[in-house]
């Protein structure tokens, strides 16, 4: 078992539609949690930590649910700049681990 | 400034070849990492240098030699690397290794092809 699990997609939406991705960690200890975006043939790009409480970022909201070891992003009102590939990340003992991306496609 | 740079941006070089890739920040970020990246997978942790020590080397192949000649240079050697080396590598930064709640910033990358 993987221990960072993602639905790798695609999921393919309208411009303005909400999406949501989801993505279990197995590893309890586990200590801080990301979500980055990759675009094509780019480096990964922080796109927001997740915190226990939830946090919002503009159209992006992340939840962390520690007991069942669950990540997950909402993308509101998707734009076709929202297309790329959506990495769940979990760091522990100073190592980041990488889910294997989900892809979002926003179409017109 | 989140900047990490990176050079080259691309690089070709046969199996005999030494070669190095070089990364830089100057936000002050103590740790510093390398990642290897091939097509449609996530990045690979490579190697962690924090405060300037080798502090993870995730059983890299001894053809890859990482250096850290201060804190805000990273640099990876290359040497008679195979085909299957060929990748995205990365370098990212961070205010420090341990296992605080502090975030990576990735640098561009550098291509690497192997022939």
């Known amino acids: 078992r993987k221990e960072v699990e993602q639905d790798p997609g695609p999921f393919n939406v309208p411009e303005g539609a909400t999406v949501a991705f989801n993505c279990t960690y197995s590893n309890s200890a586990s200590q801080s949690f990301f979500w980055y975006r990759q675009d094509c043939r780019k480096e990964p790009k922080l796109l927001m930590s997740?915190?226990?409480s939830g946090n919002e970022d503009g159209r992006f909201t992340a939840q962390l649910n520690r007991a069942s070891q669950y990540i997950s992003l909402l993308i509101r009102d998707s734009k076709l700049s929202d297309s790329a590939t959506y990495l769940c990340v979990v760091k522990n003992a100073g190592k980041l681990i990488f889910g294997q991306g989900t892809t979002l496609q926003v179409k017109p | 400034d989140t900047e990490v740079t990176q050079t080259p941006k691309h690089l070709v070089m046969g199996m005999t070849n030494k070669k190095s890739l070089k990364c830089e920040q100057h936000m002050g970020h103590r740790a510093m990492y390398w990642y290897k990246q091939k097509a449609k997978k996530p990045p690979e942790l490579m190697f962690v240098y924090s405060y300037e020590k080798l502090s993870i080397n995730e059983s890299v192949p001894s053809r890859f030699s990482p250096e850290c000649p201060n804190s805000s240079l990273l640099n990876l050697h290359l040497h008679a690397l195979q085909p299957e080396d060929s990748a995205l590598y990365l370098c990212?930064?961070?205010?420090?290794?341990?296992?605080?709640?502090?975030?990576?910033?990735f640098g561009p990358g550098t291509r690497l092809t192997v022939l």
């Open positions: 997740v915190y226990s």
């Open positions: 990212a930064s961070s205010q420090d290794g341990g296992i605080s709640y502090n975030e990576q910033f």
